[in-house]
């Protein structure tokens, strides 16, 4: 079972041979999404060999195999977890009970409209990053793209393969819209507002591999927990290749601020521009930004969605079946931040309606972790600056702090205090043109780019030089 049938047209482990008329919609869904990618897949790469993780197997050991491929050549399929034997729903109002294998009629739409929604972000991100390959840092570094790229396309298929299984014709309606909206498109957008935001730059790259990657990772977490098992087993394993897209993102990150400490300590200035560097004071505005989008991603505080996709049993929380309640929450509080007039205080509010904030406070407590290692490398140079992430009401715009302004630090500010400091906060026009100005490419295997240091060690055990990607 654990082995992906590669006869078939399709690789899957869901024996999709036994079932004519779901293989009849994959097979005429299939040629849809190659045009898809090949209009807004990576662009100008795809003709070119790069040397691809593919999945083989489900196996936590050796579950993937390395090699050259060309990217539409990649082998997309559907990999569900291993199913788990009586495996039973773990919270909300059917606690106990068997998960279900077929989708419970009364919670059609509410599950569709989850799936599709999460579903929709995964092309969303291959279409922000397409043009990001002409600048790329590094043969290594465009490499990691495009693993993430086919990995995100792959995560289509997931969602694509349980919408045609499970949902009958809304369902392959649903898998058409997928491929027919388009990120930052003003008639047919995408659904979230942070994969409608544009992915100009490879600081932006890693940044949104280290943040919104990291919320798919915290919806895909709570969406593992679902009574729906067949939606629990695709997200499963979606999160052992989301694992590396925040590799991608942290590291990225890690290697930008050794590179600019490094420069810093050479010149003995912060203003590492003058040397072709990317100053800290730049990396903070762009981690505010890509930060605070990411934020909005979890909904508001107070959710009363959230409360019934709980009680549904449709979406847990994070690591639901490791926590030692009665999973039910039904008299349960938990502390979320509010406005009071101009402060940002706490109160307890219903467990069940604030589920979106305790997601986000895991989330948050994940993404200090990261930053605590970059801190680590600050300090390692002996420079004494700290990056921070922003306070949770900085520049959102959904929930409690969408009406006001926040700084980083907290505060609830006044619209003129705004208008004076925001360009210390977030990225100017002129980072941004600094940061353009950077993205010349590098394209000689071993070779970096001057502002982002070479990583510690290659991918799967190939050395740094290594030609990531044939492009002669
Ligand atoms: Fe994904
Ligand atoms: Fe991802």
Redesign the pocket.
Known sequence: MAGIDYVEQIPNNVNLHENRRLLRALEDWQPKFLEWWKDMGPHGYQAKEVYLRTAISVDAQGWAKFGYVRMPEYRWGIFLAEPEAGRQINFGDHQGSPAWQEVPGEYRGVLRRLIVTQGD??PASVEQQRHLGRTCPSLYDLRNLFQVNV??GR?LWAMVYILDAHFGRDGREESEALLQRRSGDADKPRILGAFNEKTPDWLSFFLFCYFT?RD?KYQLASLAESGFDPLSRTCRF?LTE?AH?MFVGETGMGRIVQRTCELMREHKTDDVRKFGGLDLATIQRYINFHCSVSLDLFGSEISTNAANFYTMGLKGRFEETKKRDDHRLKDATYSVAELNGDRITTREEAALLSLNERLRDDYVADCNRGLARWNQIIKSHGIDVELTLPHRGFHRAIGAFAEVKVSPDGRVVSEAEWDAKHHQWLPTEDDKAYVASLMQPVTEPGKFANWIAPPARGINGQPVDFEYVRLG
């Open positions: 972000t995964e990995e995100e995560h990657d798919g979606m989301e897209h």
